[in-house]
């Protein structure tokens, strides 16, 4: 997560290649939460829609999940918690910027996974890799609202725990790709900006989308449409910096 934070945020360069992410999604919930082993052991005995006790043990492996996330003939439940699908939707944000900003165009018709930071640099997004990457946003979506544990809608002061709040990065991710789709020079650009800049904007569409969705009273549709105008809305160098929108990643610092 500091990797991908720093990489999307902060025009850092990552640290990690995709195959050193070999990693396994954090298990259920229910697991954690046993207060004896006893109650962990009949915990993990019973069914459960996270699969069989072997697989529980472990958490489902992350490049797997990425794997069928990108699958445009299926669209996947995957077996993963609100955190699972948290760390997936990063994964997939970070994979969005570094196909618009580093991936060889040679390379883009490779299904979304995590970035090797070993490629090359260049310029455009293919609409082929833009159809690829659409797919594994709704596959996402489609799996949170689906997963074993859906979260139910919260509206007003009660904000979903952090490492539980997938749904801001991935407006995040849609309207980031769409900016690419659009041809806009996202802040970061060689052409046009700085990492201080794309900060700033990001930021900035963060803190839209979390406000948005913490309020609750408007439609998808209505949220995409106040996304597009920014995204239009002339030149993002000269936005202020603001302040919210990152602060809940002082917790992971």
């Keep these: 997560m500091h990797d991908i934070i720093h990489y999307v945020f902060s025009s850092l360069p990552l640290s990690f290649s995709q195959t050193e992410m070999d990693l ?3 298990t259920e919930e229910a697991l954690w939460k046993a207060g004896s082993s006893r109650e962990w052991f009949d915990t993990l005995q019973r069914p459960s829609q996270y699969g069989a006790a072997a697989s529980r043990l472990t958490g489902f492996n992350m490049q797997r999940a990425l794997g069928m996330l990108g699958d445009k ?10 955190f699972g699908h948290f760390i997936l939707i990063h994964a997939v ?15 883009r018709n490779h299904s979304p996974c995590l970035p090797d930071p ?11 890799t833009a159809f690829a990457l659409q797919t594994t946003l709704h596959n996402w979506l489609h799996s949170w609202i689906h997963m074993p544990d859906a979260l139910q809608p919260v509206v007003g002061t009660i904000e979903p725990r952090f490492m539980q709040n997938g749904m801001p990065y991935y407006w995040l991710s849609q ?9 806009v020079p996202l802040a970061g650009s060689k052409q046009r900006s700085t990492p201080d800049v794309r900060f700033r904007v990001l930021k900035r569409w963060l803190r839209q989308i979390q406000q948005f969705l913490h309020n609750g009273s ?10 597009m105008k920014m995204i239009m809305s002339g030149d993002e160098s000269e936005l202020p910096d603001t302040p919210g929108g990152l602060l809940p990643y002082s917790i992971l610092v």
């Excluded at 944000?93 to 390379?107: A, D, G, K, N, T």
């Excluded at 070993?118 to 082929?128: E, N, R, V």
């Excluded at 309207?175 to 041809?183: H, P, R, Y």
């Design 73 to 82: 003939h299926v669209s996947p439940t995957l077996p993963a918690t609100p």
């Design 218 to 227: 408007q439609t998808p549709t209505s949220l995409w449409d106040d996304l």
């Design 24 to 26: 396994s999604l954090p």
């Design 93 to 107: 944000l970070c994979s969005i910027f570094y196909v618009r900003f580093e991936m060889p165009s040679h390379l």
């Design 175 to 183: 309207v980031s790709l769409l900016a690419f789709q659009e041809g």
């Design 118 to 128: 070993t490629l090359h640099q260049s310029d455009d997004t293919s609409p082929q």
